[in-house]
């Protein structure tokens, strides 16, 4: 299985490499405070307002940046302007003066801000610990219909960007319009990529175990039969829906028509997280569902995402620095965990 949470967050990078200027400004925003205090001390004492971080090596900090972005541009124009007055005119505020000048760039930030919030969503959502296999399915489906109905709606229409195009002449709405349905057409295509062509082998199983979550089962399976076949997309019932042994292969059929039955008046239980609810539905049934609840139950919890286990190398890398190499194994463990964990 592909992490997740590297797929949504290719699917941002693509994304942000559809809008090259805007990523530019954002450098020369970076650049522009990052070389002067005196310039961070000038915005504070005007705008009352943090500077938003983009660190390109952190998932979703470009998003939230923009976002941030968004919020400030008139602060930056009036700071830009100020500063020209007074014939502060080194390169960098030169180029952003034309940058923040130019209408489409402050369209294009304010179109990527208002559907940032979804991918920062999924890239956040698919790296919970608690997240099981069942719920990732859902977060996938969602984002590829929101990003195909925005696309289909700017293609098919341009009084859905009514908002943008009141701040831009002909020629610039445009090049405007262009640019968000080249961008959206080609995050549309690198999710699909994915989900929909195959790039992503555990699709298919993931699509299947969305059945065992109760809630979901009860309008997922219309045809048990098909429901009951699918199952060969998930190893274990896979060999045994293929194996020679004629008494379990019936016992799971029985046990599953059990479940498909059982889930027909389920009710979810009120103020219930999600993988409480699934996890508890499960073990109570493994009395009922002796061959088929322990399967379940075990799949329930594959991993989405590999992001821990890469954080915890990062943490590793931290503590265990070629400047620190004489720590015993048990310190390691200790400080690793600390680092981890944020203590």
């Known amino acids: ?28 925003m970076k650049s522009f405070f990052k070389k002067s205090r005196f310039r961070q001390r000038i915005f504070f004492e005007t705008c009352n307002k943090a500077l938003p971080k983009t660190c390109l090596t952190q998932w979703n900090s470009w ?7 968004n919020q400030l541009f008139e602060n930056y124009m009036d700071l830009i302007k100020n500063l020209h007055k007074e014939k502060i005119n080194s390169p960098v505020i030169i180029t952003l003066k034309q940058m923040i ?16 919030e979804p991918i920062m969503d999924a890239i956040s959502c698919s790296q919970k610990q ?30 859905y960007l009514n908002e943008y195009s009141n701040h831009l002449n002909g020629e610039q709405f445009l090049v405007f319009k262009e640019s968000l349905i080249d961008g959206l057409n080609q995050t549309l295509f690198k999710l699909e990529l994915y989900f929909d062509f195959g790039k992503e082998p555990a699709m298919s199983f993931l699509k299947t175990m969305q059945i ?24 274990e019932f896979k060999s045994l829906i293929k194996s020679n042994d004629l008494l379990k292969k019936c016992q799971l059929s029985i046990q599953f028509k059990a479940y498909c ?25 493994y009395e009922n569902w002796k061959l088929l609840a322990p ?25 265990f620095s070629d400047k620190r190499r004489r720590l015993s194994e048990e310190n390691l463990k200790y400080l690793t965990s600390l680092y981890y964990n944020s203590m």
């Not at 000048?101 to 940032?116: G, H, L, R, W």
């Not at 009860?218 to 009951?228: D, L, N, P, R, T």
């Open 1 to 28: 299985m592909t992490c997740h949470s590297h797929i949504f967050n290719l699917v941002a990078e693509t994304f942000r490499n559809s809008f090259i200027e805007v990523d530019l400004f954002l450098a020369k």
């Open 63 to 69: 998003l939230e940046a923009i976002v941030k972005h």
């Open 101 to 116: 000048e130019n209408p489409i760039i402050k369209q294009q930030i304010k179109f990527i801000s208002s559907v940032a």
């Open 130 to 159: 608690e997240l099981m296999c069942t719920e990732i399915h859902k977060y996938t489906n969602d984002l590829m219909a929101l990003i195909r109905e925005i696309y289909v709606n700017i293609d098919s229409s341009d009084e």
């Open 212 to 235: 065992f979550d109760p809630n979901k089962g009860k309008y997922i399976i219309s045809s048990v039969e098909e429901a009951f076949n699918s199952l060969v997309s998930i190893p």
């Open 261 to 285: 039955e059982s889930v027909k008046g389920y009710v979810k239980p009120e103020n219930s997280k999600t993988n409480a609810y699934i996890a508890n539905y499960w073990k109570s049934n």
């Open 295 to 319: 399967i379940v139950y075990k799949y329930l919890f594959v991993p989405i995402s590999s992001a821990d286990v890469e954080r915890s190398f990062s943490c590793f890398n931290n503590v």
